[in-house]
């Protein structure tokens, strides 16, 4: 599903157009109130641009002029449920009411499949996510790194188009980052997928592709390793300082 | 983990509690064990204890109805003149209840703002059972929207634009994920709500006025007795402090200890 952006956000002094090509993961990088998060929550429509347009798999998702009446073409801006791009925040954010198995059923039940189906659907994610286990218990009753993973499979419940990661990894205990960049290194092949990121390691070892903004503009963008390897900006070359890129792609992971 | 809290501030927390204990205790030791009885089943104890639970019901409804869309209102929209808004719907914590009920009659009353039109189409509603769950209604809503409104606020939108990505419709995350999480406050509000009604005087006296079975409540009937069998209203009064504490403790718990 291809992905094309293009947002002016005046109060967030944000002006960036991009694409995302189909089955490609592209992280954002950049120091804080770069515009990472507008970029994300524009995109799921929990913001509205002052103008701009985005498309997903050709779908109009918001299509808005800065003065509507100058041009042919009505203002366009689809709700946050009817574009199919889920967020995956920091927090898992679980609904802390409902059992695990049901936080992933929400999805289907809310695409309108059965109560059956949405759960026999939750148990295959909950399977690809490896924490089966954990169906019948309360989000309260989990750890940070079983509810992110949970989350995870939450997320690709709901059959996204286009996934928005906003630094997943981020509100997580040291010694569960690894499992959970391998899960999502497994479960990201092949998705539509948007990365915000603060470390180098994840846009490595998940993204295809990196865009590096500054003050809510693109500087810098280009195939992960190709950026690493020869920095253009300040930020780049302080993020990247002491990777070694030289030693070709890493080895494929054989197990989780 | 306790934290501890210095010592004096518990010494003044006694002597705060007494304060509200003492003159229940003071009440009870001055009733008339011998005919309390009699006098709390009497026809009259009885058809105002009746009429104050059902319209304190019905007024809880109300609130509930009314009360949580407005809540929703002023916790997760923006309009102008929020701030006013606001202000005005708490208004009847901070009012005389005989303020609230002397409003209610030039609305509602037989020459009042829309009271012609209800005499129009031959609805009285001035001194009659309506008056009395409007009256409470009047005086009880605020409490159900602060409650609720607080819940709203300190749940945040967070869980709510999740599940909104996650292709819930606005009124599926209402239904789903709004309402189940601001739970604990809806129940605290409409006890405090339903509370409220219960002691509900100054606004139904002004407004419904006193018929036995029609719209005298419970504490209209104590008033009532205290004038002609004070043993009758002390034992009255002990029944309506006996159902207002049933009901708190049954069902009202502290945020953050469920």
């Known amino acids: 599903m291809t992905f094309e952006f293009a947002a002016v956000l005046r109060r967030r002094a944000l002006d960036v157009s991009f694409t995302v090509r189909p089955g490609e993961t592209v992280a954002l990088l950049g120091s804080n109130g770069a515009g990472k998060s507008t970029i994300v929550e524009v995109s799921a429509g929990l913001l509205r641009p002052d103008s701009g347009r985005a498309t997903l798999d050709g779908q109009v998702l918001f299509?808005?002029?800065?003065?509507?009446?100058?041009?042919?073409?009505?203002?366009?801006?689809?709700?946050?449920?009817?574009?199919?791009?889920?967020?995956?925040?920091?927090?898992?954010?679980?609904?802390?009411?409902?059992?695990v198995r049901d936080n992933v059923a929400f999805g289907p039940r809310s695409a309108g499949q059965s109560r059956a189906a949405s759960r026999l659907l939750a148990?295959?994610?909950?399977?690809?996510?490896?924490?089966?286990?954990?169906?019948?218990?309360?989000p309260g009753m989990l750890s940070g790194g079983?509810?992110?993973?949970?989350?995870?499979?939450?997320?690709?419940?709901?059959?996204?188009?286009?996934?928005?990661?906003?630094?997943?990894?981020?509100?997580?205990?040291?010694?569960?980052?690894?499992?959970?960049?391998?899960?999502?290194?497994?479960?990201?092949?092949?998705?539509?997928?948007?990365?915000?990121t603060h470390d180098p390691l994840d846009a490595l070892a998940l993204a295809d592709r990196v865009i590096v903004l500054g003050d809510g503009r693109i500087v810098e963008e280009g195939p992960t390793r190709a950026v690493f390897a020869h920095p253009q900006t300040d930020f780049t070359r302080a993020l990247t300082f002491g990777l070694d890129l030289s030693a070709g792609p890493p080895a494929p992971i054989s197990s989780v | 983990m306790t934290l501890g809290?210095?010592?004096?501030?518990?010494a003044v927390a006694a002597v705060g509690a007494l304060f509200i204990v003492l003159p229940i205790v003071g009440m009870t030791l001055r009733v008339e064990w011998s005919q309390f009885g009699a006098l709390v089943t009497s026809e009259a104890s009885v058809a105002a204890l009746l009429l104050s639970l059902r319209t304190a019901a019905m007024s809880t409804v109300l609130c509930l109805l009314f009360g949580v869309p407005m809540?929703?209102?002023?916790?997760?929209?923006?309009?102008?003149?929020?701030?006013?808004?606001?202000?005005?719907?708490?208004?009847?914590?901070?009012?005389?209840?005989?303020?609230?009920?002397?409003?209610?009659?030039?609305?509602?009353?037989?020459?009042?703002?829309?009271?012609?039109t209800f005499?129009?189409?031959?609805?009285?509603?001035?001194?009659?059972?309506?008056?009395?769950?409007?009256?409470?209604?009047?005086?009880?809503?605020?409490?159900?929207?602060?409650?609720?409104?607080?819940?709203?606020?300190?749940?945040?939108?967070?869980?709510?634009?999740?599940?909104?990505?996650l292709g819930a419709t606005p009124g599926t995350v209402l239904r789903r994920v709004t309402l189940p999480l601001?739970?604990?406050?809806?129940?605290?509000?409409?006890?405090?709500?339903?509370?409220?009604?219960?002691?509900?005087?100054?606004?139904?006296?002004?407004?419904?006025g006193s018929l036995q079975g029609v719209t005298r409540t419970l504490p209209l009937e104590i008033y009532l007795q205290r004038e002609t069998d004070a043993d009758a209203a002390v034992a009255l009064a002990l029944v309506l402090v006996a159902v207002a504490l049933i009901v708190m403790v049954a069902t009202h718990r502290p945020r953050g200890l469920s």
């Open chain 2, 182 to 208: 601001v739970l604990p406050g809806l129940i605290s509000g409409a006890v405090l709500a339903f509370a409220r009604a219960l002691g509900e005087f100054g606004a139904t006296l002004t407004f419904a």
């Open chain 1, 146 to 196: 079983q509810a992110q993973r949970v989350a995870v499979a939450r997320a690709l419940a709901a059959s996204p188009r286009l996934l928005l990661l906003d630094e997943p990894m981020t509100a997580l205990d040291v010694a569960a980052v690894p499992a959970q960049r391998q899960l999502l290194h497994r479960v990201l092949l092949d998705r539509s997928v948007i990365l915000v």
């Open chain 2, 71 to 116: 809540a929703l209102a002023l916790a997760r929209s923006r309009f102008p003149g929020q701030r006013l808004v606001r202000a005005v719907v708490l208004l009847p914590l901070v009012l005389p209840p005989v303020v609230g009920g002397i409003a209610l009659l030039s609305t509602f009353g037989r020459r009042g703002l829309l009271g012609e």
């Open chain 1, 123 to 138: 148990d295959e994610w909950l399977a690809a996510a490896e924490v089966s286990e954990l169906a019948d218990r309360r």
């Open chain 2, 5 to 10: 809290v210095p010592r004096w501030t518990l």
């Open chain 2, 119 to 165: 005499e129009v189409l031959g609805i009285q509603i001035a001194f009659s059972t309506t008056a009395v769950v409007l009256a409470q209604t009047f005086v009880a809503l605020p409490f159900l929207v602060l409650s609720v409104e607080a819940t709203l606020r300190a749940s945040g939108a967070r869980f709510e634009a999740v599940a909104a990505t």
């Open chain 1, 63 to 99: 299509d808005l002029a800065a003065d509507a009446a100058g041009r042919g073409r009505p203002d366009v801006f689809l709700p946050p449920h009817a574009r199919r791009t889920v967020l995956l925040a920091q927090e898992p954010l679980l609904f802390p009411h409902l059992s």
